[in-house]
């Protein structure tokens, strides 16, 4: 499934009624049903008292559809038009013609108080928000943001459903400022919107559902567009790498785990027992010497490759003990535990230099910082290179605050896959995949559970698992990222999400697996 922004809505609308010829007061009428139909699956509607708030655009447009409809079923339904009447145009007006010359009931706000809004938001069971929709940039301004206030402050306890998008949240961004509705669900058309995943959106959308209002989704190819892809459970088990019946430890492929220091000895543990636990046939992991002893008793399943250290981190001679060994493996994990320390710029760029073979190489945790001002070498590797940074360590890679990588997380994963040529997965909250050849895949999935120290350990380790067994470093991400997501979300019912800890998401992920 696609997800959209404002702009390739419009367009696909707009090729769909002057293109394909389907008037967009058809659309509209399509749009409302769909609401309806997905609201009596959900709701108890014969009991209960709906108000629509309808604003002047074509959201507007649909909120008048879905109120006809309701009471043509039967249903307690009311519209409170927040705009001026003289502000609808175009389809919205011609159903809201049709709505006033049924004389269904039609309340304008400005021949109200906002004490009587009040009054009929207390009664009511389920409010439908259709008053703004994807055109929102900026503050709302009154008298709709003090609707949405009262709806939110009121609404607590009782369903409210938003039509394409809260009103309020930024469709392209998912920013909010000022006022936003805060759904218990969302019916959005066509395509889920990209503020669904981006910034404060997830906070307002509750559960969403993308339905079909007769814009066919192959539009999407018609008009040259790549947007953005949410992946979903099938496309994740899909990408997951098959194991042959007949299959054996050099079969399922040898993952190099390269980390840890004086002070960070369990994550390249964790990273280890991911990839054997996630299939693996053998992972060998390689540590500061004096880390060796407890790394082995914590780990004893893998195979082990003590290096040389100065000061708790590798010296500049583990790089040439490693070199003549890597040819041995299908898959070179580095930067779990590994800190940072002194000369390890220099440390890494040369590691990276003298690896001859193009062998697949996931970057990760500190070993993406002490590469940050040498990203043309990665354009230069022979392999493919994984960067799996969160936005802390993305901001240290693009020389920028958080709040600018967060601001703009689909573009920025875009820009930067395509200009180093990696496969990027930006952690956080909606995880980003970007390919070098633009493709973007958006990860629904995932929460606080997944906020501690060793989880991002924890999926280093199952994307090289996934690569060392023969799937493409674009599906490993896929399947990995979701599988974990996946872990996370259900060891938290089990657990709590204060409780998840990184051999539990390793426990969990084990389980999906099973579940493929």
């Known amino acids: 499934m696609y997800i959209a922004g404002q702009k390739e809505m419009q367009e696909m609308d707009r090729y769909t009624m002057e293109t394909l010829g389907l008037p967009g007061i058809v659309l509209m009428e399509n ?7 997905e609201m009596a699956a959900h709701y108890p509607l014969e009991r209960s008292r709906v108000l629509v708030l309808a604003g002047g655009g074509n959201n507007g447009g649909d909120g008048f559809v879905i109120a006809r409809r309701l009471i043509d079923m039967g249903v307690d339904a009311a519209v409170w038009l927040l705009a001026d009447e003289t502000r609808i145009k175009g389809d919205a007006k011609t159903h809201f013609n049709v709505y006033r010359n049924r004389k269904l009931p039609l309340y304008h706000l400005k021949d109200h108080t906002f004490a009587e809004l009040e009054v009929e938001i207390r009664r009511a069971d389920i409010i439908v928000d259709a008053i703004l929709g994807t055109g929102v940039h900026g503050p709302v301004r009154d008298p709709y943001a003090q609707a949405i206030a009262l709806v939110n402050a009121l609404a607590e306890d009782k369903p409210v459903i938003s039509v394409d998008i809260p009103s309020g949240v930024d469709n392209e961004t998912g920013k909010v400022e000022g006022e936003a509705v805060k759904a218990s669900r969302t019916i959005t058309f066509v395509f889920p919107k990209k503020g669904f995943f981006l910034n404060e959106g997830p906070q307002y959308i509750g559960e969403w559902k993308a339905v079909d209002i007769s814009v066919p989704p192959g539009i999407v190819k018609e008009l040259g567009f790549q947007l953005p892809i949410l992946m979903t459970e099938s496309l994740a088990k899909s990408s997951i790498p098959k194991r042959p019946s007949l299959g054996h430890k050099g079969t399922f492929g040898h993952v190099l785990v390269i980390g840890g220091s004086k002070h960070f000895v ?3 543990v964790f990273t280890a027992k991911a990839a054997l636990n996630l299939g693996a046939g053998l992972v060998t992991l390689a540590v500061p010497e004096t880390m060796y002893p407890i790394a082995a008793s914590l780990n004893p399943e893998s195979l082990f490759f003590p290096l040389p250290e100065k000061d708790g981190h590798f010296a500049e001679e583990a790089i040439a003990a490693l070199k003549p060994e890597l040819s041995k493996f299908d898959c070179v994990a580095i930067g779990p535990g590994m800190g940072r ?5 220099r440390w890494m760029t040369s590691f990276i230099k003298d690896i001859k073979e193009d062998i697949p190489l996931v970057v990760d945790a500190d070993a993406l910082y002490l590469l940050r001002n040498d990203l043309d070498l990665v354009n230069e590797y022979s392999g493919p290179v994984i960067f799996t940074p969160h936005p802390g360590e993305m901001a240290h890679l693009l020389n920028k605050t958080v709040k ?3 601001t703009d997380r689909i573009g920025t994963a875009t820009e930067f896959a395509r200009n180093y040529n990696v496969f990027l997965l930006l ?12 493709s973007v895949y958006v990860n629904p999935l995932g929460h606080d559970a997944l906020g501690k120290g060793g989880s991002g350990d924890v999926l ?6 996934f690569i060392a067994q023969g799937a493409s470093p674009l599906d490993a991400l896929i399947s990995a ?8 979300e259900e060891q938290a019912k089990v657990l709590s999400h204060y409780g998840v ?7 969990g992920a084990k389980r999906q697996l099973i579940e493929t």
Do not use: Q, W
């Not at 320390?341 to 710029?345: A, I, L, S, T």
């Not at 952690?427 to 633009?438: F, L, M, N, Q, W």
């Not at 280093?460 to 698992?465: D, K, L, Q, V």
């Not at 800890?501 to 426990?507: E, H, N, R, S, V």
């Open 460 to 465: 280093t380790g199952m994307i090289a698992s």
């Open 501 to 507: 800890l990184p051999m539990d998401l390793i426990d």
């Open 404 to 406: 600018e990588i967060e």
């Open 31 to 37: 749009a409302g049903a769909k609401v309806v139909e």
């Open 427 to 438: 952690k956080g909250h909606r995880s980003v995949i970007a390919a070098p050849d633009g």
């Open 481 to 488: 990222s979701f599988l974990h997501a996946k872990a996370g």
């Open 341 to 345: 320390f002194p000369n390890g710029e």
């Open 266 to 268: 369990g994550a390249p």
